[in-house]
């Protein structure tokens, strides 16, 4: 049963592109997060998905960024028109129950995808 | 704002003694706490959690420790090897919700 599983791991993308980065939840898991840490910081909630389903974005800036988990394949983090200040490390995690389940119930983490804008 | 902050941004210990990981919140809200190990290039990894109507809890020579009186949380790390190195996070969430807020982080670094 493989993790939660993140690509690319590292991304270089020019200031005014576009990334996606990808997260495949374990097998099992319907419930997707996205997190963001920067250098030396915590990770920062961003989002919370079901399939095709957005519960929780309060953590998403409200330009540029979007996020989605379709009925089909891996949840997508995308980040338009990227600037500096959007480089770090973007962890997914999954978990087979959502809000009526115990937190400890599965809730992993990814390796995660260090994105840096140069 | 409500936040989870961590005491010591270092601590440094010889291998086999214990360590302990300081952690405290704001928000009186907070009903579930988690600590995770975060080694370079990975992503977290749960160690132990605790529920707010528990004040201690028991892991394989991890011991987390809850005091709600003052909003403090520890980690407690027995007999600490060198592949204990690495930065510990505590995280709560309120109501069994599915967001966590994390603290800033303390690196753990075991001496030979």
Redesign the interface.
Known sequence: NAGVMQNPRHLVRRRGQEARLRCSPMKGHSHVYWYRQLPEEGLKFMVYLQKENIIDESGMPKERFSAEFPKEGPSILRIQQVVRGDSAAYFCASSPLGIQGPLTYGYTFGSGTRLTVV | GES?GLHLPTLSVQEGDNSIINCAYSNSASD?F?W?KQES??????II?IRSNMDKRQGQRVTVLLNKTVKHLSLQIAATQPGDSAVY?C?E?TG??????????TQLKVEL
Do not use: C, H, M
């Open positions: 989870v579930y988690i995770y290039g990975k992503g977290p990894q749960f959690d996070f995280a969430s069994g919700g599915n967001k966590l807020t994390f603290g800033t982080g």
